[in-house]
């Protein structure tokens, strides 16, 4: 983890909490939350996101909410600052729970949500293949777009948080750019329900990061969040499902974990993961690993 992820991550940390503390939703707090570390760049979510293999970004996100299981999502969105507030709009405006690529894009320029930077967008047309290229060209640009992608892939990570607000409702929400040599049009873990994303006030809230294919075959957030139905401490229910996940497929992951009681649980079986929490004492914690 960067100092300036580290720092950015403490600030999403405060703003997050300050809503909370004035009483404000936990869905809220989770998309604020969010919204600031999709903007900064810094990780691998809206203005960060990575590319798919034709050069375009094309990103997810989801939330959900624990008192009423409400929930928005958006896959393959293209151009647009902070998917998460796409997904949130999904989730109050619609009747949906998913949208996806194109209109999914319209759907975010109806409610005017910010585009991405025009520095983004330029970088982004810059990594495009042009028209005019040969094959072979194309294929040598795409191995040193991968190549430098992976170099900063442990620099940039999914993003998402777990909320627990003053009314008692949990909430949890992920964005996203994808994995790395990702098919145009390929969609992850984060904004399927139960998979990346799950919050029930019964049961507790999850977010997901880590390789979205492991993560969907075996719907990781609900069935933590099961576990933790069942009694299992938030510790305990991450652990046994993410040693499932290893065993089981050899998935690879890190999760958020947090019980309507305040318990809550950062682990991962990935070798690093930037993450935080702040119950208002003290300062913000802030680490790049957690066991
Ligand atoms: N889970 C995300 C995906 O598969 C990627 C990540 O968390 O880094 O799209």
Redo the contacts with the bound molecule.
């Keep these: 983890m960067t100092p300036a992820q580290a720092t950015c991550l403490s600030d999403a940390l405060v703003i997050g909490y300050a809503i909370l503390e004035q009483g404000g939703p936990a869905a809220i707090a989770v998309e604020c939350t969010i919204g600031l570390l999709e903007q900064s760049g810094l990780f691998?979510a809206g203005e960060g996101a990575n590319r798919q293999l034709d050069g375009v970004q094309r990103m997810?996100a989801s939330i959900m909410e624990g008192a009423h299981l409400k929930a928005g999502a958006i896959a393959s969105i293209e151009g647009i600052l902070h998917p998460i507030t796409a997904a949130r709009l999904v989730m109050e405006a619609t009747n949906h729970v998913l949208l996806a690529g194109p209109p999914a894009t319209a759907f975010a320029q109806y409610y005017k949500l910010e585009p991405l930077s025009k520095g983004r967008a330029l970088r982004r047309s810059a990594g495009r293949s042009p028209a005019s290229m040969a094959v072979a060209q194309t294929m040598e640009l795409y191995r040193a777009m991968v190549k430098s992608q992976r170099m900063e892939k442990d620099q940039h990570?999914?993003v998402g948080a777990v909320a627990l607000d003053r009314a008692g409702t949990v909430a949890a929400g992920a964005s996203?750019g994808?994995?790395d040599s990702m098919l145009p049009g390929r969609v992850?873990?984060?904004p399927l329900i139960g998979c990346?994303v799950y919050a029930d006030n019964q049961s507790g809230a999850v977010s997901?990061?880590?390789?979205?294919?492991g993560?969907i075959r075996l719907v990781l957030a609900k069935t933590m969040c099961d576990r933790l139905a069942t009694g299992a401490s938030p510790t305990v229910a991450a652990r046994q499902v993410l040693r499932l996940l290893v065993s089981r497929i050899k998935g690879s992951a890190g999760a958020l974990v947090l019980s309507p009681d305040g318990r809550f649980a950062i682990r991962h079986v990935t070798p690093y993961m930037a993450a935080g929490w702040w119950n208002g004492i003290g300062s913000p914690k802030v680490r790049g690993q957690f066991s």
């Design positions: 691998n997810d990570g999914t996203t994808g994995v992850g873990d984060s990346g997901m990061t880590g390789i979205g294919e993560i």
